[in-house]
Every structure is written in structure tokens, then in C-alpha cells.
């Protein structure tokens, strides 16, 4: 198993000023996320408003090239052998064949213009259908933008207070996340273990590094039991030092206090 370990602490910077650098880092990586949506957006409205053009393109010329082998039938029995009325015919029959290729190449970009759509959010589509309920009970939360596509678990699905152990509810949503990333090709798989500010007390954890990695590992783990390949996994411990919102209230902790399966294109293509 090549199963990579990621820790990234600054042991030479007080913990107070980690955090708020990477309080402000997070803010501006919020600000050119939010930019990001709104061009994917835009981006995603063009294309379908292209798809609609060419639809309606097709359709016009699907009508005219049935005007015109009407009009050709209508000359054909109308046909007197006269040598002019021959050649206005070869030239309708040009006309055909090349609306005919054009119809063609539209059909084909159409196609292909469709099929970009939907190949983008395929696997957040899997991932969707099968995490349907965790997701409506607000246990799941999924998202996409640029590629990168992101399974965050609130940490009381997966695990007990200050224990990095797999909760058997935990281990039946992580069951249906490995189904769909045994499918998944050409992508890396990066756990991510947050947690709030509070001090974990000693004890198994001595800080809030150590548990966030074990509860990662642990994630980790569960995937490659369940058939996930172990060469698409890493783990990453964040501690506290990556907060969602400030620390400030019980309903704010909470939501700092997770799990983040990133999914984001392999090196290579692998």
C-alpha cells in the first residue's frame, strides 16, 4: 500500500498566529472560490445556450432539406426532358447532399457539445445518488468547482467525541463513498481531518494535530477495506488550523469539526 501521509505543521510559529494567517489564507481562497462558481456558471450557461442554437440550427435545416426534396419530387414528376430543367435538378440534388453534410457536422457537434456536460458531473452525479439520504438528513455535504470535487462528513457521523474509531454509521456511509470511487479513474483521493479549537485534554491525542491525522487515517483505511484503490489515497491532518467559520459559538465548532474527501485530478493523468 502506498498510502501517503500529509502533516503539515509549523512547529517554529506560535499557535495563535497559525491560526490567523490561515484564517485570512482561507478568506481570500474563499473570495476566489466564490469567482470560480460564478465563471463555472457563466461558462455552463454559454455552453447550453450553444446546444440550444445548434438544436434550433438543426432543426431549420432539417425543414429546408424537406422543402427541397419536396419541391425536387414535384419537378421530377413534372420532368418534360427539357436539358435546363435537368440542370436546376442536379443543382437541387447538390444543395441536398450538401445540407446533408452540414446537417451532419451540426448533429456531431451537438453531440459532443452534450456529452462535455454531462462527463463533468458524472461522478458527482454517482456520488449524489448514492449519498442521496446522508445528504438530505444535512449528515453529507457534496460540491464541485474547476474539477476538484469535495465529500464533507460532519465528524458526529463518523466518530465519538475525541475518539478517531469509525462509528458503525460512519462506516455504512463510507461503504457507499467507496462504491462510487472504485469507478473513479485519472483522480487523487485526499482525506482531510479538521477540528475546532478546543484543547483535546492529553491523553491518546496530545493536540489537535494528532487527532485530526488519526481520524483521517482511519477514513483512509475504511476506503481501502471497502475496495478503493490504496494508490489513489492520502490522508492529511489539519488540526484547528483551518476553520470553515470562526470558533466563536457550539453550532460554529461543529461545523469546523469534519471530514473532507477531496477529489482532484491525478499527476499524469494518472
Not at 484547528?240 to 473532507?260: A, G
Request: glycine share 8%.
Amino acid at each position: 500500500m502506498r498510502t501517503r501521509l500529509v502533516l503539515a505543521a509549523l512547529v517554529a510559529l506560535s499557535t495563535g498566529c497559525v491560526s490567523q494567517g490561515k484564517f485570512n489564507e482561507k478568506a481570500l481562497e474563499a473570495e476566489g472560490l466564490t469567482k470560480n462558481l460564478t465563471d463555472e456558471k457563466a461558462a455552463r450557461a454559454a455552453a447550453e445556450a450553444k446546444i440550444k442554437e445548434l438544436e434550433e440550427k438543426q432543426t431549420a435545416l432539417e425543414q429546408e432539406k424537406t422543402a427541397l426534396e419536396t419541391r425536387l419530387n414535384a419537378s421530377e414528376n413534372r420532368l418534360t426532358g427539357a436539358a435546363a430543367e435537368r440542370r436546376a435538378l442536379e443543382e437541387k440534388n447538390a444543395q441536398l447532399a450538401a445540407l446533408n453534410d452540414e446537417l451532419g457536422r451540426n448533429a456531431k457537434k451537438l453531440a459532443q457539445a452534450k456529452e462535455e456536460l454531462e462527463k463533468k458531473s458524472s461522478e458527482y452525479e454517482n456520488l449524489a445518488q448514492s449519498l442521496k439520504q446522508e445528504i438530505s438528513d444535512g449528515k453529507i455535504e457534496l460540491s464541485e468547482m474547476k474539477g476538484r470535487m469535495t465529500v464533507q462528513l460532519k465528524d458526529k457521523i463518523l466518530f465519538a467525541s475525541g475518539s478517531a474509531r469509525v462509528g458503525k454509521e460512519g462506516q455504512d456511509a463510507l461503504v457507499k463513498i467507496a462504491d462510487a470511487l472504485k469507478t473513479v479513474k485519472g483522480r487523487i483521493v485526499r482525506v482531510e481531518g479538521h477540528t475546532d479549537d478546543v484543547p483535546t485534554g492529553g491523553g491518546q491525542f496530545a493536540t489537535n494535530w494528532e487527532l485530526s491525522l488519526a481520524r483521517a487515517m482511519a477514513v483512509v483505511r475504511s476506503l481501502q477495506d471497502s475496495g478503493v484503490d490504496p494508490t489513489m489515497l492520502s490522508a492529511a491532518g489539519y488540526g484547528q488550523y483551518q476553520p470553515l467559520v470562526p470558533n466563536d459559538t457550539p453550532e460554529h465548532k461543529s461545523q469546523n469539526r469534519r471530514i473532507e474527501i477531496v477529489l482532484a485530478p491525478g499527476l499524469g493523468g494518472r
